[in-house]
T-cell receptor, first 116, second 114 residues
């Protein structure tokens, strides 16, 4: 497709359930980011991949959060034993690094997670 | 996590008016970006700034990279109804040949009345 796609668009989970959120980046984009956006806030960085390598996971809030990109394209963000505070929009972005560090991150529409 | 301070938080303006919003940070960035987010969508890049003092325009939008590298502002001239949305600033420490994470502001919600 032309842009970043994410699925599902909406997810309702009961507290304690595991969830898996999928991101399909723009074809050929080397870099992939996950951000978390709480209601009324700006997005906050979670983790970053360059191809299949997870180069930065400093934003993951706890060890219940896990992300992977095994073949350097599609990525999955997994949240284990969901808690109510995990309710947020999870945004994925992809980009292609440029020589002058001027890459543009293109965002998907997000997955809205509600934990009851 | 860190979020940049944006002001105002929200604005109600009339169609045709000019709009100004700004963003401040406690730390230095070497790239400033402005995004717009519509309901149910991801942020879309409006303007990117790469050098302290730089002033860049994109149609009715003008943005400046503050000389201290800790602030930026965005102006929208002659607002129209489709300008409605949430505007976010974002800072980045960009490095050549590699991608880098964005640190976003708290957002400015813009409402335009006819």
């Amino acid at each position: 497709g032309a842009g970043v796609s994410q699925s599902p668009r909406y997810k309702v989970a009961k507290r304690g359930q595991d969830v898996a959120l999928r991101c399909d980046p723009i074809s050929g984009h080397v870099s992939l980011f996950w951000y978390q956006q709480a209601l009324g806030q700006g997005p906050e960085f979670l983790t970053y991949f360059q191809n299949e390598a997870q180069l930065d996971k400093s934003g993951l809030p706890s060890d219940r959060f896990f992300a992977e990109r095994p073949e350097g394209s599609v990525s999955t963000l997994k949240i284990q034993r969901t808690q109510q505070e995990d309710s947020a929009v999870y945004l994925c972005a992809s980009s292609q690094p440029r020589d002058r560090g001027s890459e543009t991150q293109y965002f998907g529409p997000g997955t809205r997670l509600l934990v009851l | 996590g860190q979020q940049l301070n944006q002001s105002p938080q929200s604005m109600f303006i009339q169609e045709g008016e000019d709009v100004s919003m700004n963003c401040t940070s406690s730390s230095i960035f070497n790239t400033w970006l402005w995004y717009k987010q519509d309901p149910g969508e991801g942020p879309v890049l409006l303007i990117a700034l790469y050098k302290a003092g730089e002033l860049t325009s994109n149609g009715r939008l003008t943005a400046q990279f503050g000389i201290t590298r800790k602030d930026s502002f965005l102006n929208i001239s002659a607002s129209i109804p489709s300008d409605v949305g949430i505007y976010f600033c974002a800072g980045r420490i960009a490095r050549a040949g590699t991608a880098s994470k964005l640190t976003f502001g708290t957002g400015t919600r813009l409402q335009v009345t006819l």
